[in-house]
């Protein structure tokens, strides 16, 4: 049977939509099947994300867009899989996609039709706290962005159709039926929260001030139903005290499931330091069992949690919640720690609901004749976590166990990375290269510039007097023709823009419409295909942030339109045509490690036909895991290993160095030269590959001299030497009447202020198999939290049906081991208060796992990637970019990432070798357009511009005693920080230069119309504060129209020249807006932007500018609402300050 | 105040004149051509005004000069009454039908309305002590039935509920109707909560009070007023933010 090159994606979260881009960048066609309206998932719901903070709309809503542009992946939305047939490599499924009544191609998405529709309906994606129309979008980033019609709410009146410009609604369409051939399955359809509703589960659904979790994320969002205000339901007031219950719908047998939900502990950890950060009068308290915090620096959010921000940990599970009905007020019972019983009253609960399998599952489940798990979930095996019971059919993400949001990252390319050596032989077969006509050449010739502007209906129209747009365009010079569409994105302008180009010879286009962050790349693929350089293409925003955020003041907005116009065409004189570079790839890789991460990563890329370097320090390969024997589902470990070292050892493809050591890396993305000695008699060898692995693993904990008596008795020993005698040689159990364990060593602690994930497991696994071996044995397990996360909790609540006893103690009063000839005790001071003694036959030390300090040290200086503070590699994004370095081509897996189980390692290693693989399948890796360039003849080798850059892309270097200073197009991101930090301008960022923005700067400052003062500049970055800025525009937050913005890819990216320039061209007030400090897309621009706007601060107070006319602030992509009160305090406060200081110029030109 | 069709109850006034029979001078006529034609708004406008009582007359059903407006005029009276009945209004606001042969029942129609208006006696918009809770109303009603979602729901009613949709299906009447009163209600509680805070920023609980609804309600149509950026956060006074109206759409 002949394998098929493409692949379905059921499900488009985060899982879903990673799954398919890495198998769309792998060559791979992709069919991305979603069942609601947008691709997101619950992610877009989520206000901010753990441990970072990050805002979780400004990380998500590039990669919606990125994967709804994607020319390899179809979205298929509203849709849902029927049928399948076929084997693994060929199935053929049948999908049907229920009727949008509308035409998903025509609708532009600009809302009209909602604003119209006379019939309201609970909001579902804010999780019914407000309203929306029968005709509705998801939500404002959905992907794609087309309305829907819910046939349930309908009640066919016809006004939608009669507003719609775009002629895109149509009753009459049908649910449509595709049939699909693919090759491979990768399910991803997510969870279901649990619905405490039915059961009134703690009052919910009778109390009004009880909430989900899920709601209180939308509470929380500055786009959700408050605007970020934290409101109770039942009278509007803020609540200052609340509390959060853990495990509504988890660790319970009666409600929900009996499982661990993984993430609860940290989300709900989040929301409390959110709710506090939001409005400081709020006193979080949060009522748990165990603090689950397993993750990587996970504790040290826990902790800051508590003493940063005083959120209260109260260890009980809530028996039950009554309401005060005159104050809506709810009392909670709980019995204490101790032992007593307590009443507390609050203003707000919110219910910390665990995960539930999706409701669509059992069906999916039956349909593609798939195992599930007794819990409901895919089922899945350890050593193979993304393979379902049917070959061919893949899982990621919580649809197989409850995960957070890295995890489910991991297992998404895991998935994808399992995919591609099944259908490597059939890649790049199904993805068809688009055909472009040969570029003109333009260089030197004077500009000939077209503008289209854009009615968008009725939302730029009803507002903007277009047409004195249009008539205004054309009389700027260098305009050659204008024109206006009433959809400029419809695809009859598209052709109607092509033919313009040939017709008026032109050579430069904006469009003056809406967002470039959702629209350029379509209008620079419609110029390209014309034969023009995509870069010559500029997009001047008259809608998101003209019409739509001053529908009272026609007359200033179409003034404004004018401007934006006028700044655009500034800037579209000075495009210049920029080349993507190309660079052939070699198609080998180095794995760095012989653990079972770097074994398996080795293996995935062999069988897909890639050479592998597989560098191993030691002269054995199976790393940490030769110590363990089983896992805790009874799997056996050293089958595992066995198999392993065999296959490799047996692949042709992969070269295995054992006691290597590596000297030197050099070379970059593509193309690595490195330089080895291996082997015990010291051989050399050199050898080239496109991509690196890290897989180099971890150590387990050694206690220190004479810690809890380890190595000065033989009655002490690590779980892992427990492990091997109950393994080996069981019979020495048999002989003892108590075993003590002890539950971090080694972790959480001063030293390592971490959890090392596996430890409780690792006991309960020991402790069940020695009560198998010896059932009269007492175990006494000591701890401080048991984290069995996931599926493990049974082996939790197995081991305390068996009799094995569980002692929590605080961390101030470590147990204390006693030896004399008479006694081998453990004293124990219990968290309830007793102190304990137990005489033991053996003490086992649960030891965490740490990292090698020096090995990594050293690898990481050697790759210029970095480490966290306990040495552990750190990757690009610890939430979506889990199995990446920033720096390309180099990809990260297993314990050296941080402390993993097997299952995990082996899940992101398949993840790493699949990020690798988007880079190994293709033959030539395009480079981006938009980077830096250095001009070495202004260059004065300061380097500062390293200092600057979070890519090591730019810097200068000495070669044969020759100074170098270059930036490496393959691994610079164009945010344009080293250019704003060149003290020479030797520096120039393309597309965002300092000689576009500057023509942009001089006509933003110049009031052409009326008295248009004050006049306001804003410089702001592309991510978040212009994304900021858009969404106050759909929205509809209205703002001053005294400002004028400058859209650059990064606030670290405004050089400080540009913001002297503003104030020298006569602007009233400049605002630099960026990410959130943490939230920068290009790692850390913004620290750059806040230190380069400290010192404008200074300097404009030297040159007697009221520092008060200029204003940073961090504004994420989901603040519209904080965007637009910023601008209305800001106008406000300009308009206070008067005109601007005269006599400052001559100075400003000293500064600058 | 009488709004009268052109062609019956016009000529059925203009009749009961030809045939000299008396009737109460209370009485202002508005002539327009059909009773379709009546504005809600109208009606409402004749109130704050100052009007005791209004009165619109059409051709009997199925008579009408236009084939079907006195259906529309129907439909467009009942939403009306439903929305003075909160405001306690609708006694004084009456439809009937007068062909143009019927000058008795003319006459008799108007003076036992007149009649019944000066039971209920002067319209208490004239009264200082209830005068400003009532334009708050009036205002309230009248912004209701000038909201495009309102009339949306009006003008399609009779098409919807007797005839089709644009799916080819018939709205049964009593979903139709509950849609209807829903919208009705909480548009009107919507202008009512913008009128309270036109001026003073308010908290929830305070508006609640005033209004004599649940607190949970009116944040329910806070959230809806926001998002159609009709009202804003005043201030935040401790844990209590206090919202107010703000020019929009």
């Excluded at chain 1, 002949?2 to 939509?17: E, P, Q, Y």
């Excluded at chain 1, 542009?69 to 199935?91: D, M, P, S």
Aim: aromatic residues 8%; neutral net charge.
């Amino acid at each position: 049977m002949k394998k098929v090159g493409s692949v379905l994606v059921v499900g488009g979260g985060i899982a879903g939509m990673q799954a398919s881009m890495d198998m769309a960048d792998s060559g791979y066609k992709v069919y991305l099947v979603e069942s609601t309206m947008s691709i997101g998932g619950v992610m877009s719901q989520l206000d901010k994300t753990f441990p970072t903070n990050d805002c979780a709309i400004c990380i998500l809503a590039p990669k919606l867009v990125a994967t709804g542009r994607h020319e390899n992946i179809t979205l298929l939305i509203n849709t849902t899989l029927e049928k399948i047939t076929g084997k693994a490599g060929n199935f053929t499924v049948d999908l049907k996609q229920q009727s949008l009544f509308l035409d998903q191609e025509t609708c532009t998405g600009c809302g009209v039709c909602a604003q119209e529709c006379p019939v309201e309906a609970i909001d579902f994606f804010n999780e019914g706290l407000s309203k929306r129309s029968a005709i509705s979008v998801k939500f404002p980033q959905a992907v794609p962005l087309v309305f829907s019609i819910d046939q349930d709410l309908c009640i066919g009146c016809g006004f939608c159709k009669g507003v719609c410009k775009a002629k895109a609604i149509d009753y009459t369409l049908e649910d449509k039926k595709t049939t699909l051939n693919v090759g491979a399955l990768i399910l991803a359809p997510g969870f279901d929260e649990y619905d405490p509703e039915p059961t009134q589960h703690y009052g919910f659904g009778k109390y009004p001030n009880v909430v989900t979790s899920i709601q209180f994320e939308r509470i929380l969002s500055a786009s959700g139903p408050h605007s970020g205000l934290i409101l109770r339901p039942s009278d509007g007031i803020i609540p200052k005290k609340i509390a959060f219950l853990q495990c509504v719908g988890s660790r319970d047998k009666r409600h929900g499931g009996e499982y661990c939900s993984s993430v609860c502990c940290m989300y709900t950890a989040k929301e409390a330091v959110i709710a506090k950060e939001h409005m400081p009068i709020v006193q979080p308290t949060i009522f748990s069992m165990d603090i689950r915090a397993c993750g990587k620096d996970f504790d040290k959010y826990i902790e800051r949690a508590q003493e940063e921000y005083g959120v209260n940990y109260i260890r009980s599970r809530i028996s039950s919640i009554k309401e005060i009905p005159e104050s809506n007020n709810l009392i909670l019972n709980y019995e204490s720690e101790d032992g007593k019983i307590a009443n507390e009253t609050f203003n707000l609960v919110v219910l910390a609901v665990g995960a539930l399998p999706n409701q669509s599952t059992k069906e999916l489940a039956k349909t593609l004749k798939i195992d599930l798990n007794e819990e409901n979930f895919c089922k899945t095996k350890p050593f193979s976590p993304v393979e379902t019971s049917r070959e061919g059919i893949y899982v990621c993400g919580m649809f197989s166990e409850p995960k957070d949001i890295p995890e489910t990252v991991v297992e998404a390319s895991a998935a994808a990375g399992a995919v591609n050596v099944l259908l490597s032989e059939v890649r790049n077969t199904l993805i068809e290269e688009k055909v472009l006509p040969k570029e003109i050449d333009n260089i030197g010739k004077p500009p000939r510039i077209g503008v289209f502007v854009c009615h968008c209906g009725i939302n730029i129209a009803g507002v903007v007097d277009v047409p004195a747009v249009v008539d205004y365009a054309s009389r700027l010079s260098d305009v050659i023709y204008a024109e206006r569409n009433l959809y400029t994105c419809s695809a009859d302008t598209q052709s109607n823009i092509k033919e313009k180009i040939k017709e008026f010879n032109l050579n430069r286009v904006i469009v003056a419409s809406c967002t470039p962050r959702t629209h350029e790349p379509l209008f620079q693929a419609t110029i390209r295909e014309a034969g023009l350089n995509k870069y010559l293409f500029d997009l001047a925003n008259i809608r998101d942030q003209c019409s739509w955020v001053h529908m009272h003041e026609p007359k200033e907005a179409t003034e404004k339109a004018m401007d934006l116009v006028r700044m655009a065409v500034a800037k579209a004189r000075k495009l210049v045509p920029l080349q993507e570079q190309q660079v052939s790839v070699i198609h080998k890789g180095m794995v760095i490690g012989g653990g079972v991460a770097g074994m398996t990563a080795a293996l995935n890329l062999a069988d897909q036909g890639f050479e592998v370097f597989l560098i191993e320090k030691s002269d054995k390969l199976g790393g940490i895991s030769n110590k363990i024997y089983q896992t805790i589902e009874n799997y056996d470990v050293q089958e595992l290993i066995v198999d392993l070292i065999k296959r490799v050892n047996d692949h042709k493809l992969v070269n295995v160095f054992l006691n290597a050591k590596i000297n030197s890396i050099g070379g970059y993305v593509c193309n690595f030269t490195t330089n080895i000695v291996f082997g015990k008699d010291k051989q050399k060898k050199e050898f080239q590959h496109g991509i690196i692995i890290v897989a180099t693993g971890a150590n387990e904990y050694v206690p220190k001299d004479g810690e809890f008596l380890y190595g000065k008795t033989d009655k002490v020993i690590l779980q892992s030497e427990l492990e091997k005698v109950l393994f080996t040689d069981s019979e020495k159990i048999k002989g003892l009447k108590t075993i003590v364990m002890i539950q971090c060593v080694g972790s959480r602690n001063e030293e390592n202020p971490y959890c090392s994930r596996m430890c409780c497991s690792e006991a309960i696994k020991n402790a069940i198999k020695a009560k198998e071996i010896n059932p009269e044995l007492n175990i006494i397990v000591l701890f401080r939290d048991i984290r069995t996360y996931g599926f493990k909790e049974k082996y939790y609540n197995i081991a305390r049906e068996k009799g094995i006893v569980f002692l929590r103690f605080d961390n101030k009063f470590l147990p204390e081991i006693t030896q004399n000839e008479t006694q081998f005790s453990v004293d124990v001071a219990t968290s309830r208060g007793d102190k304990i003694t137990i005489n033991a036959d053996l003490v086992a030390l649960s030891a965490g796992i740490v990292s090698d300090r020096e090995g990594n040290e050293t690898l990481a200086k050697m790759l210029k990637v970095p480490t966290n503070n306990e040495k552990f590699f750190l990757e690009a994004h610890v939430k979506l970019r889990p199995s990446d370095f920033a720096t390309d081509g180099i990809f990260l897996c297993g314990t050296a990432r941080g402390c993993a189980t097997i299952s995990e390692s082996i899940a992101q290693a398949l993840s790493a070798a699949s990020r690798a693989t988007t880079i190994l399948s293709k033959d030539i890796l395009v480079t981006e357009g938009v980077i830096s360039k250095v001009d070495p003849a202004l260059c004065i080798s300061c380097n500062r511009c390293a200092d600057v850059c979070n890519y090591g892309a730019v810097g200068v270097k000495y070669e044969q005693g020759l100074m170098i200073s270059e930036v490496n197009p393959l691994l610079c991101k164009g945010c344009g920080d080293c250019a704003a930090e060149c003290p020479a301008g030797a520096i120039t960022m393309s597309h965002f230069g300092n000689f576009q923005i500057e023509p942009m700067i001089a006509e933003a400052a110049r009031v052409e119309f009326g008295n248009g003062r004050p006049r306001i500049i804003a410089f702001l970055c592309n991510w978040c504060s212009y994304a900021g800025a858009d969404l106050a525009g759909v929205s509809r937050y209205q703002y001053p129209p005294n400002v004028r913005t400058i859209r650059v890819m990064c606030s670290g990216g405004i050089s400080k020249s540009f913001i002297l320039q503003a104030f020298l061209e006569g602007a009233d007030g400049v605002f630099v807006g960026g990410c959130h400090i943490g939230d920068c897309h290009y790692i850390a621009g913004n620290h750059d932007a806040l230190r380069r706007t400290l010192e404008i601060e200074s300097d404009l107070e030297s040159i007697g500018i009221n520092p008060d006319r200029f204003m940073r602030k961090w504004v994420s992509a989901s603040e519209g609402k904080i965007f637009s009160d910023t601008m209305t305090e800001f106008v406000e406060k300009i308009k206070k300050l008067g005109p601007l200081e005269s006599g400052f110029k001559k100075s400003i030109e000293i500064v600058k | 105040m009488g709004f009268l069709c052109n062609w019956c109850s016009y000529a059925g006034a203009d009749l009961a004149g030809v045939s000299r029979i008396q009737y109460p001078t209370n009485i202002r006529i508005i002539r327009v051509m059909c009773s379709g034609r009546v504005d809600p708004t109208f009606v409402v406008d004749a109130f704050l005004h100052g009007i005791d009582g209004v009165l619109v007359l059409g051709c009997h059903l199925g008579d009408c000069h236009y084939i079907t407006g006195n259906y529309e005029a129907e439909i467009k009276m009942s939403s009306l009454s439903k929305l003075l009945n909160i405001v306690k209004f609708s006694d004084r606001m009456q439809l009937d039908w007068v062909s143009a042969a019927e000058g008795n029942r003319f006459a008799q129609i108007v003076s036992e309305f007149t009649k019944h208006i000066q039971e209920l006696g002067p319209s208490p918009i004239k009264e200082n002590k209830t005068k400003t809770q009532c334009i708050d109303d009036l205002e309230a009603v009248k912004s209701v039935l000038e909201s495009s979602r309102l009339r949306g729901l009006i003008a399609r009613q009779r098409d919807l509920v007797t005839e089709k949709n644009v799916y080819g299906n018939q709205i049964p009447a009593e979903k139709f109707e509950n849609l209807l009163n829903d919208a009705i209600y909480n548009e009107f509680v919507r202008h009512k909560i913008v009128i309270k805070i036109k001026e003073i920023g308010k908290s929830v609980p305070d508006i609640a009070n005033e209004i004599g609804i649940k607190a949970k309600e009116v944040l329910e149509h806070i959230v809806v007023l926001r998002s159609r950026g009709l009202v804003d956060v005043h201030e935040i006074n401790e844990e209590i933010p206090t919202f107010i109206s703000i020019r929009g759409g």
